[in-house]
T-cell receptor, first 111, second 108 residues
Framework: EAAVTQSPRSKVAVTGGKVTLSCHQT?????MYWYRQDTGHGLRLIHY???????EKGDIPDGYKASRPSQENFSLILELASLSQTAVYFC??????????FGSGTRLLVI | GQQVQQSPASLVLQEGENAELQCNFS?????MQWFYQRPGGSLVSLFY???GTKHSGRLTSTTVIKERRSSLHISSSQTTDSGTYLC??????????FGAGTRLKVIA
């Protein structure tokens, strides 16, 4: 079954440390996205990619990097984690239209 | 200001009641989508609805481009409908700007 798998499911990170969130999709979709959700709010776009080896900035890219080494994999990197980056992170894939598929999310707590 | 505004912010229904969720856009509407977020956190697409009316079971989505709004109607609500309903505006390259959501609780 086609899916978007995120890892880890949850993580506690120390301020100033490096964090890598991983996303793997088996949908054969060209587009992949990273969103963050803060408690009680909608999702905000951090980075996205429409082809391997290329990433684009979304609406809130500061403090984040992204990497798309293959069509299936898309990572989000926090080089220097900060308290304000505590949130739930969602990865999604799409070819457009109604086939927008989300992963289950990664809960990140920065202390 | 916010590009996507949803109302109401929260809603409590008795099982069997109907609900009307609203989404208003401050910019021109290219396309939009309704998502359901389960209490556990994962999201699923309900409707991709650039314009007009679409039906799926007890759910109906109506988008009026000229008025920059979309609505989601839930009929005969069930406890399993509880969760958060998010509308999102497409901004090109299938990127979405999300509203803050409507938190729905259906009680038996």
């Amino acid at each position: 079954e086609a899916a978007v798998t995120q890892s880890p499911r949850s993580k506690v990170a120390v301020t100033g440390g490096k964090v890598t969130l991983s996303c793997h999709q088996t949908n054969n979709h060209d587009y992949m996205y990273w969103y963050r959700q803060d408690t009680g709010h909608g999702l905000r776009l951090i980075h996205y990619s429409y082809v391997a080896d290329s990433t684009e900035k979304g609406d809130i890219p500061d403090g984040y990097k992204a990497s798309r080494p293959s069509q299936e994999n898309f990572s989000l990197i926090l080089e220097l984690a900060s308290l304000s980056q505590t949130a739930v992170y969602f990865c999604a894939s799409s070819t457009g239209g109604s086939d927008y598929t989300f992963g289950s999310g990664t809960r990140l707590l920065v202390i | 200001g916010q590009q996507v505004q949803q109302s109401p912010a929260s809603l409590v229904l008795q099982e069997g009641e109907n609900a009307e969720l609203q989404c208003n856009f401050s910019t021109s509407l290219n396309s939009m989508q309704w998502f359901y977020q389960r209490p556990g956190g994962s999201l699923v697409s309900l409707f991709y609805n650039p314009s007009g009316t679409k039906h799926s079971g007890r759910l109906t989505s109506t988008t009026v481009i000229k008025e920059r709004r979309s609505s989601l109607h839930i009929s005969s609500s069930q406890t399993t409908d509880s969760g958060t309903y998010l509308c999102a505006l497409e901004k090109g390259n299938y990127k979405y700007v999300f509203g803050a959501g409507t938190r729905l609780k259906v009680i038996a």
